[in-house]
């Protein structure tokens, strides 16, 4: 139980056209979804946390008209990287909570962007 | 602030040794803590976590952790290591609101 999934699993995108990534609970309710980045050989970065049906909440220095979060259901999440740079490029993963409040996120397996 | 410290960047030993990858954090409360694997471009997979009880928790693939609120640590052990396991290791705790803090990680590669 608690599979998260992620779509694509790899993109490569030419410089200014914007790319968007989905996050999905397959077996379960997410109210709160967290985005994080992943540079080479780093740790994971959050950028933002959603919750379903509200404006996402972004980490301080995270461009939010740049990465676009939406969280429309409880299932489903996605980022749009807008008129991505090759400076974008890196690992996206995603996480998922079951409840509101729950200390436990379930990770996806992760997308990798690169911009060209 | 809060904060997670992993020491150890690279760790390597040889198969059917055992290993423990340390991690130290910083935080008022009760920490929640939990260590995580990720292999080579894959997400992360949970190994266990701390919220309360006793301090020494079994994890999947063999593993366990300590907590030691005294030395603001909780260590990860497994007493044979096998060539599977080589990964990146992150420590994390979780933060007063439901964030997660992680580590910088620490890369553990086996000999065979």
């Known amino acids: 139980g608690a599979v998260v999934s992620q779509h694509p699993s790899w993109v490569i995108c030419k410089s200014g056209t914007s790319v968007k990534i989905e996050c999905r609970s397959l077996d379960f309710q997410a109210t709160t979804m967290f985005w994080y980045r992943q540079f080479p050989k780093q740790s994971l970065m959050l950028m933002a946390t959603?919750?379903?049906?509200?404006?996402?909440?972004?980490e301080q220095g995270v461009e939010k008209d740049k990465f676009l979060i939406n969280h429309a259901s409880l299932t489903l999440s996605t980022l749009t990287v807008t008129s991505a740079h090759p400076e974008d490029s890196s690992f996206y993963i995603c996480?998922?909570?079951?409840?509101?409040?729950?200390?436990?996120?379930?990770f996806g397996p992760g997308t990798r962007l690169t911009v060209t | 602030a809060q904060s997670v410290t992993q020491p150890d960047i690279h760790i390597t030993v040889s198969e059917g040794a055992s290993l423990e990858l340390r991690c130290n954090y910083s935080y008022g409360a009760t920490p929640y803590l939990f260590w995580y694997v990720q292999s080579p471009g894959q997400g992360l997979q949970l190994l266990l976590k701390?919220?309360?009880?006793?301090?020494l928790v079994q994890g999947i693939k063999g593993f366990e952790a300590e907590f030691k609120r005294s030395q603001s640590s909780f260590n990860l052990r497994k007493p044979s290591v096998h060539w599977s396991d080589a990964a990146e290791y992150f420590c994390a705790v979780g933060s007063g609101t439901y964030k997660y803090i992680f580590g910088t990680g620490t890369r553990l590669k086996v000999l065979a």
């Open positions: 959603s919750n379903e049906g509200s404006k996402a909440t972004y």
């Open positions: 996480s998922a909570s079951v409840e509101y409040g729950s200390y436990e996120q379930y």
């Open positions: 701390y919220f309360s009880g006793d301090t």
